[in-house]
Nanobody, 114 residues
Framework: QVHLVESGGGSVQAGSSLRLSCSTS????????MRWYRQTPGEEREMVAM??????SDYADSVKGRFTIGRDNANTVYLQMNSLKPEDTAVYYC?????????WGQGTQVTVTS
């Protein structure tokens, strides 16, 4: 069974950095892509970063130049978040897929105060 577990969230001041990690129960290379989403109350989840098995990355315009997605090892994907802004406050979710089957973690809260 596939499990995704996020960690690394917390409360920081604007301008700070955080590094989120997503640990997977199978090799990340088994997935078509790894993604980070975020969600605030009353809003839909938005994708902030994606990394394909072929190492192609993509970012939401709101985080380009500040966030970086990558792999620490075969079972961990990270999201390095720099120059954090209050509008980055959200629950961040790790997501992956194998063909049409989607997998989600439980989410980790990131709070950025001004």
């Amino acid at each position: 069974q596939v499990h995704l577990v996020e960690s690394g969230g917390g409360s920081v001041q604007a301008g700070s950095s955080l590094r989120l990690s997503c640990s997977t129960s199978i090799s990340v290379f088994e997935f078509n892509a790894m993604r980070w989403y975020r969600q605030t109350p009353g809003e839909e989840r938005e994708m902030v970063a994606m990394l394909t098995v072929g190492d192609r990355s993509d970012y939401a315009d709101s985080v380009k130049g500040r966030f970086t997605i990558g792999r620490d090892n075969a079972n961990t994907v990270y999201l390095q978040m720099n120059s954090l802004k209050p509008e980055d406050t959200a629950v961040y979710y790790c997501n992956s897929n194998i063909l049409r089957q989607n997998f989600w973690g439980q989410g980790t809260q990131v709070t950025v105060t001004s």
